[in-house]
């Protein structure tokens, strides 16, 4: 049975190149927004000094509906007129669960930001990591622990990749 969500552990660490209006540097106060779905959102706090290339490396803790395929990441800039979305980048959820590594693997990952226009306006600098559940963890080995030799432990996953060889077997 499926689980109706996960945990998911996000750390937003920087962004460089940030501009309002795809010409002038941010100045100060920049934040970002992460969003699960449209119920489920976190915010870091404003980094008031790194301007253009601000700084957070600031963990949030999310609930990731099952069915979610992408993660919202916006920066923000607070400024005299309000607030100013200055980019956003749509993190597949492919990205950093599923696949070959294992689910509580720590992903380090870095998106282009875009503008409303759809125009480049940045870079944003993340880590990921889901949690496992400690329900969802194995309480015992699948395979028994085996002593080979000097003493090894060989009872791992095991990746395999076929080898084609030349060599041909005769019968006698």
């Given at each position: ?15 460089e ?25 976190e ?6 000094e790194g301007?253009?290339?601000s700084t957070?490396?600031?963990?949030l803790v999310?609930?990731?509906?099952a ?9 923000h800039?607070k400024?005299?007129?309000g607030d100013?979305?200055?980019g956003?980048a ?9 696949g070959?590594?294992?689910?509580s693997y720590?992903h380090?990952l870095?998106?282009r930001l875009?503008d409303?226009k759809?125009?480049?306006?940045g ?6 990591r ?6 969802a963890?194995?309480?015992q080995r699948m ?29 006698v």
């Amino acid at each position: 049975m499926e689980a109706a969500s996960r945990v998911m552990e996000i750390t937003v660490i920087s962004a460089e190149g940030l501009r309002v209006n795809s010409r002038k540097p941010v100045k100060k106060n920049a934040y970002v927004v992460v969003r699960t779905d449209s119920k489920n959102s976190e915010m870091t706090r404003v980094d008031t000094e790194g301007g253009s290339f601000s700084t957070w490396n600031q963990k949030l803790v999310m609930n990731l509906p099952a069915q979610a395929r992408f993660v919202t990441v916006e920066v923000h800039c607070k400024g005299s007129s309000g607030d100013r979305v200055i980019g956003t980048a749509r993190v597949p959820v492919s990205d950093f669960s599923g696949g070959l590594t294992p689910e509580s693997y720590l992903h380090f990952l870095s998106y282009r930001l875009r503008d409303e226009k759809g125009e480049r306006n940045g870079i944003v600098n993340l880590s990921v990591r889901m949690k496992v559940s400690v329900m969802a963890a194995p309480q015992q080995r699948m395979w028994p622990e085996t002593v080979v030799g000097g003493g090894w432990d060989c009872s791992g996953v095991v990746v395999g990749v076929p080898v084609h060889s030349s060599y041909r077997t005769v019968q006698v």
